[in-house]
């Protein structure tokens, strides 16, 4: 990873990273396919990890505390399933006002605040993600596709 990505995803805003992705992207002559993917799921992403990350409530897919965002905290929620989740878990932390589903403290999930869900929620459906019922699935060929977009940014990064 570039040592420049680090401090990009740990202060600059979301526009300033998915045009640094766009630009790296534009910069590497990739083909139509990946450009067309990989600039809305970076956004679908940061649409709600640069929230959590002006929140102080960042955690990892794992439940755990994170300080920073990171390059590598992004890729790890890149992964279609952890989205997902994700996805999932801010739904019901919004409903009740506390981040929930984290090993954060009690008082750390106090301090989340709603997050709009319509870019990720939007680009979920987009892929056969159910959002009503979370534990139907989603057609393997959709994580297949994300596999390879992060494969992409990964590279990018």
Same mark, same amino acid.
């Not at 439940?63 to 929620?77: A, D, N, R, S, V």
């Not at 106090?110 to 709009?116: A, L």
């Given at each position: 990873?570039?040592?420049?990505?680090?401090?990009?995803?740990?202060?600059?805003?979301?526009?300033?990273?998915?045009?640094?992705?766009?630009?790296?992207?534009?910069?590497?002559?990739?083909?139509?396919?990946?450009?067309?993917?990989?600039?809305?799921?970076?956004?679908?992403?940061?649409?709600? *990890?640069?929230?959590?990350?002006? =929140? #102080? @409530? &960042?955690?990892?897919?794992?439940?755990?505390? %994170?300080?920073?965002?990171?390059? !590598?905290?992004?890729?790890?929620?890149?992964?279609?399933?952890?989205?997902?989740?994700?996805?999932?878990? *801010?739904?019901?932390?919004?409903? =009740? #006002? @506390? &981040?929930?589903?984290?090993?954060?403290?009690? %008082?750390?999930?106090?301090?989340? !605040?709603?997050?709009?869900?319509?870019?990720?929620?939007?680009?979920?459906?987009?892929?056969?993600?159910? *959002?009503?019922?979370?534990?139907?699935?989603?057609?393997?060929?959709?994580?297949?596709?994300?596999?390879?977009?992060?494969?992409?940014?990964?590279?990018?990064?």
């Amino acid at each position: 990873m570039k040592e420049e990505n680090y401090l990009l995803f740990e202060k600059e805003s979301f526009e300033k990273i998915t045009q640094v992705i766009a630009d790296e992207l534009e910069k590497r002559n990739e083909s139509p396919f990946w450009k067309d993917k990989v600039v809305p799921f970076s956004q679908a992403i940061l649409s709600v *990890l640069i929230p959590l990350r002006d =929140q #102080g @409530v &960042l955690f990892n897919p794992q439940g755990q505390k %994170e300080t920073l965002l990171t390059p !590598e905290l992004f890729l790890e929620w890149s992964d279609f399933v952890s989205l997902k989740t994700l996805a999932f878990t *801010l739904q019901k932390s919004n409903e =009740q #006002g @506390v &981040l929930l589903r984290t090993s954060l403290s009690e %008082e750390e999930a106090k301090k989340y !605040e709603v997050i709009d869900l319509k870019l990720l929620g939007d680009y979920l459906s987009k892929y056969s993600v159910n *959002l009503e019922y979370e534990n139907l699935d989603f057609p393997i060929s959709n994580y297949n596709l994300h596999q390879g977009v992060s494969n992409v940014i990964k590279s990018l990064l």
